[in-house]
């Protein structure tokens, strides 16, 4: 175990410690300092009792040397620093990527930041538009549709796999035209028929379950075939085995 891991370890046995701070007394702070936690946390001493905050909360509430708290304040004090813990948190998930809503929970939960604290977070970052799922969702169609070259069968898999509303689903796929998906079915089918070696029973045997597994109706996947055979048919006239899709 690391310093940063005994550090944890130790703010959490003070965080589950204020029972033990004495009741209606004055505490008076006596020393701050700076943690070694990675993050900017703070060790207030009351003589013989102490917690720890983040920096934000330490300010927030001027826990300076001298001035003076009761236990009432400090557990306040104790679920603003958590509160900030589980914003910080996000923040820093937030960092690599854009997440869902549902998912920013999930890795909160598994932190076990408290359940009611995660959804006031959740709630702040919707307001200040950190996350978006609506916005989340029509750019995950986007990008795979036109970088991935999925269907949108495939596409709505993997939104309701990521907690999106189902809505907000049928909107963004709303937004994607029929020819649209055609045209990126014909770019990811004319790849994969170029690829086959063999004669058309064998290009159309590999190309259509290539197209289904990325998410393409099968109404759509024939008419794909059959433009793919049709573009055969004008590159090579003579040969008779070119058959379009029956």
């Known amino acids: 175990?690391?310093?940063?891991?005994?550090?944890?370890?130790?703010?959490?046995?003070?965080?589950?410690?204020?029972?033990?701070?004495?009741?209606?007394?004055?505490?008076?702070?006596?020393?701050?300092?700076?943690?070694?936690?990675?993050?900017?946390?703070?060790?207030?001493?009351?003589?013989?009792?102490?917690?720890?905050?983040?920096?934000?909360?330490?300010?927030?509430?001027?826990?300076?040397?001298?001035?003076?708290?009761?236990?009432?304040?400090?557990?306040?004090?104790?679920?603003?620093?958590?509160?900030?813990?589980?914003?910080?948190?996000?923040?820093?998930?937030?960092?690599?990527?854009?997440?869902t809503r549902y998912e920013l929970s999930q890795r909160l939960r598994q932190k076990e930041f408290a359940a009611p604290l995660i959804e006031e977070v959740l709630d702040r970052l919707e307001q200040e538009k950190l996350i978006d799922d609506e916005g989340f969702a029509k750019e995950w169609t986007r990008q795979r549709m036109t970088g991935q070259r999925k269907g949108k069968l495939w596409i709505r898999q993997e939104l309701r796999q990521k907690g999106i509303a189902n809505e907000l689903i049928v909107e963004a796929l709303e937004g994607v035209s029929t020819d649209a998906e055609f045209e990126t079915a014909l770019t990811a089918g004319r790849k994969k028929w170029n690829q086959v070696k063999g004669d058309i029973s064998e290009k159309k045997r590999k190309t259509l379950p290539f197209l289904m597994r990325r998410g393409f109706p099968m109404d759509m996947v024939r008419k794909v075939v059959n433009c793919l055979i049709e573009e055969d048919e004008a590159e090579d006239p003579e040969d008779d085995e070119l058959l379009s899709w029956d």
């Open 1 to 99: 175990m690391d310093q940063h891991d005994d550090d944890d370890l130790y703010d959490k046995a003070e965080l589950e410690g204020i029972s033990q701070f004495p009741d209606n007394e004055e505490l008076t702070i006596t020393r701050v300092e700076r943690t070694k936690s990675r993050q900017a946390r703070y060790r207030i001493t009351f003589g013989l009792y102490s917690i720890t905050v983040l920096e934000d909360v330490m300010i927030k509430y001027r826990m300076t040397r001298g001035n003076t708290f009761v236990k009432k304040d400090l557990e306040e004090i104790i679920i603003a620093d958590e509160r900030q813990q589980t914003y910080v948190q996000a923040l820093r998930y937030l960092e690599h990527k854009q997440r």
